[in-house]
């Protein structure tokens, strides 16, 4: 099966921190996202890479940035915490395109962050 | 741009009952592919099932189907006698040939079942 985890499940911190988010899949998977879900606004995708040190600017990309130095991690940078951060963040893991196309991502469990 | 727009924001039903959660995307693109997501309390999206535009064929699997209708651009999702286990919020999605496999959500549908 494949396992795609979060660091934290719930996380705390200041505004102005600096903070990280981690995610790690353990299928080979060429593409990684990052989502945010907010209640009445669904899914929105910050960032998505599609190869190690790739790296592509999603819908709501303003105030994050993104790591990928291996291709089972994907990190997702606040560089500076602000209250209107707060929200649950999902990763994501997905094979490239195959011959059918569109392949179906698999998810994390989700890091429900406030930012105070 | 692509859009998916699912009009139901909560449902309730009581168990036992049939109910059916809407779906309708836009796209420019000619290949694309349709998804239904599930997420339950616990928070993590777990994946139900994938389509293509180019296999109009509505699927069964066991309570649950699809009905992919690309001349009303929607694909519908049914629960055949629905169960307090049913109870979650539902996505549907959308991603298109010419990316990278990033999918567009809906704003997803609370189902609620009851005893």
């Known amino acids: 099966d494949v396992k795609v985890t979060q660091s934290s499940r719930y996380l705390v911190k200041r505004t102005g921190e600096k903070v990280f988010l981690e995610c790690v899949q353990d299928?080979?998977?060429?593409?990684m996202f990052w989502y945010r879900q907010d209640p009445g606004l669904g899914l929105r995708l910050i960032y998505f890479?599609?190869?190690?040190?790739?790296?592509e600017k999603g819908d709501i990309p303003e105030g994050y940035s993104v790591s990928r130095e291996k291709k089972e991690r994907f990190s997702l940078i606040l560089e500076s915490a602000s209250t209107n951060q707060t929200s649950m963040y999902l990763c994501?893991?997905?094979?490239?395109?195959?011959?059918?196309?569109?392949?179906?991502?698999?998810f994390g469990q989700g890091t429900r962050l406030t930012v105070v | 741009a692509q859009k998916v727009t699912q009009a139901q924001t909560e449902i309730s039903v009581v168990e036992k009952e049939d109910v059916t959660l809407d779906c309708v995307y836009e796209t420019r693109d000619t290949t694309y592919y349709l998804f239904w997501y599930k997420q339950p309390p616990s928070g993590e999206l777990v994946f139900l099932i994938r389509r293509n535009s180019f296999d109009e064929q509505n699927e069964i699997s066991g309570r649950y189907s699809w009905n992919f209708q690309k001349s009303t651009s929607s694909f519908n999702f049914t629960i055949t006698a629905s169960q307090v286990v049913d109870s979650a919020v539902y996505f549907c999605a959308l991603s298109e040939a010419s990316g990278y496999s990033t999918l567009t959500f809906g704003k997803g549908t609370m189902l609620l079942v009851s005893p």
């Open positions: 299928m080979d998977h060429e593409n």
């Open positions: 994501a893991s997905s094979l490239y395109p195959d011959s059918q196309g569109g392949t179906e991502a698999f």
């Open positions: 890479s599609y190869d190690v040190k790739m790296k």
